[in-house]
């Protein structure tokens, strides 16, 4: 396999998340053809595909590499300098819908395995495996949560994980992510009374508690930690949902979000919000979603054969970070030591990406290595 031409084929899957549109399919083929024992799980109503596919030469740990074939739409397609679902190398780069995020992360994997498997004529002592969804980008309630139910119920056991996010600024080989910070939403709804606002005193306001239940609410939760950012709520909405100049609303709506970090967990900042607003008024209603919670990777192992492979490589010495969004990570780290490493972000997600030809085959060097430190003793203690 050439890293290249698979990405290219990947691409021109018009993967809009949650639909896969057959790209899932096709990788299944391909492992297949390398005796990977494929498993497509479908969930959902509308049966969102999931693969789960592993060869193992021999007893040791199983080692996964996680990514997903979804996408998020293209935009404004004029603004494209070519169809995003066709991809187009110029000038050095490959440009196209998930270029970077990261279906050339998936293909790069898959060629590194191919290479290491065949250097070891498919004898080693453990098992490679990848765990691929379509359903990463949207409300991801049926992708790799999914799959690491389903690995749970079948008793699988993965060991170590990496999931191929595009986790570098501006450099290859500048940044991992070691963890993550979690993350909920909230919804507040401040209540009143409405009335017209000739007669303010046959009202209640529930916009007048505003003022003090934001002081409330941005007061600081913690300082940070050794390995995250102080926790952190940014509010996104404010709504009365009045469209008149003459009335008093009887509620307001406000949408928050807070990241937090390894000083809490999920209950323990919504009991902390519920205080904060129960000291300035008790008519409200407050519900709540937690998108996961903030985990850390502690597996020496696993960071320091990535670390290592980073370094033969590119020669950077990258950053252990635990900075950024929400990512399937935060699943997977409920069953093993998962970190997250691809190629460069800066274009993810916006009009015209792409990606470096050159930034591909390293990554695919650095996987390959990766794979032989996890794998072959001689290779880590170099």
Not at 26 to 47: D, M, P
Request: hydrophobic share 35%; aromatic share 10%.
């Amino acid at each position: 396999m050439d890293t290249i031409e698979l990405s290219s084929k990947l691409i021109k899957f018009k993967s809009i998340t949650p639909d896969n549109s057959g790209a899932i399919d096709y990788i299944q083929k391909v492992l297949k053809k390398k005796k990977f024992n494929c498993h497509i799980l479908e969930s959902g109503t509308n049966k969102i595909k999931n693969l789960y596919a592993s060869f193992k030469g021999g007893e040791g740990p199983n080692l996964c590499f996680a990514g997903h074939t979804d996408v998020v739409p293209p935009g404004d397609l004029k603004k494209w300098k070519t169809n995003p679902f066709e991809p187009h190398i110029t000038n050095g780069r490959l440009y196209g819908r998930g270029a970077s995020d990261m279906k050339t992360a998936i293909s790069s994997f898959m060629v590194a395995t191919e290479i290491f498997l065949e250097e070891n004529k498919f004898a080693f002592d453990g098992t490679i495996s990848f765990l691929i969804t379509s359903d990463e980008e949207g409300e991801a309630e049926f992708g790799t949560k999914s799959l690491i139910k389903w690995i749970k119920s079948k008793k699988k056991k993965i060991d170590y994980c990496l999931v191929g996010e595009p986790t570098n600024p501006n450099r290859l080989g500048e940044m991992i992510k070691i963890g993550r910070r979690g993350s909920i939403n909230f919804l507040l709804e401040v209540l009143g009374e409405q009335g017209h606002v000739a007669y303010p005193e046959k009202a209640d306001n529930p916009i007048d508690n505003l003022e003090k239940i934001f002081k409330e609410l941005h007061k600081p939760f913690d300082s940070g930690s050794k390995r995250f950012q102080p926790t952190k709520l940014i509010i996104t909405s404010i709504d009365s949902s009045n469209f008149t100049s003459n009335i008093i609303p009887g509620k307001v709506e406000i949408r928050f979000n807070v990241r937090f970090n390894d000083k809490f967990n999920s209950q323990q900042v919504i009991n902390l919000i519920k205080k904060r607003i129960k000291s300035v008024t008790t008519k409200y209603k407050l519900s709540s979603k937690v998108s996961g919670e903030s985990f850390f990777n502690y597996s020496n192992i696993l960071t320091d054969s990535l670390v290592r492979s980073i370094k033969t490589v590119t020669r950077c010495n990258p950053i252990l970070s635990t900075t950024g969004g929400t990512s399937d990570a935060r699943f997977i780290s409920e069953i093993c030591p998962v970190v997250e490493f691809g190629l460069v972000g800066k274009t993810m997600h916006k009009v015209n990406e792409m990606v470096e030809i050159r930034s591909i085959d390293k990554l695919t060097k650095i996987y390959h290595q990766f794979i032989k430190n996890i794998f072959l003793k001689n290779e880590f203690n170099k």
